[in-house]
């Protein structure tokens, strides 16, 4: 299983500032198998950003793609946008789940506005923009994504 993981954030893109989010995904991703081919940043630009996906999920190049940033009210928040243009299909059920999981923990997940979905095989999900509560999330979902990504793949 291969996957990649993008923090959606200009000032982090233009920086190119490591973020400690995408380090910690990405050890909890390889603990359970998969082979992280990308970590990076990317500007909040809705059409670059949904550009990234169709061209990884068209290619073939991973399995699963993970987004933090961009995914909360401002006009700039353009991470759900970009992947409800890429995906074929949405899969509400995981951002809806993330949201009811970290609404225990703090009232701005609220404003989260996170999608998940599919594009040919492969699985795209947003994570909220706290790295904090992007690893959470991972964390609670993880092993439902190891499945869809399992199930893909037959």
Do not use: H, W
Not at 24 to 45: C, D, I, S, T, W
Not at 97 to 118: E, F, N, Q
């Amino acid at each position: 299983m291969k996957a990649a993981i993008f923090i959606v954030d200009t000032g982090m893109y233009k920086a190119k500032a490591e973020s400690a989010s995408a380090a910690a995904m990405k050890r909890m991703l390889v603990q359970v198998g998969f082979e992280v081919k990308a970590v990076g940043a990317l500007p909040q630009e809705k059409a670059l950003v949904s550009s990234v996906l169709r061209k990884l999920a068209d290619t073939g190049a991973v399995d699963l793609i993970l987004t933090t940033g961009a995914c909360g009210y401002r006009a700039s928040d353009c991470a759900p946008d970009a992947l409800a243009e890429a995906a074929d299909r949405l899969l509400p059920g995981i951002p809806e789940a993330v949201r009811a999981y970290m609404i225990r923990y703090s009232k701005k997940a609220l404003l989260d506005r996170s999608a998940a979905g599919i594009r040919k095989k492969t699985l795209i999900v947003n994570l909220p923009d706290s790295a904090k509560a992007a690893k959470e999330g991972l964390e609670y979902i993880l092993p439902e994504l190891v499945q869809i990504v399992e199930t893909m793949k037959i």
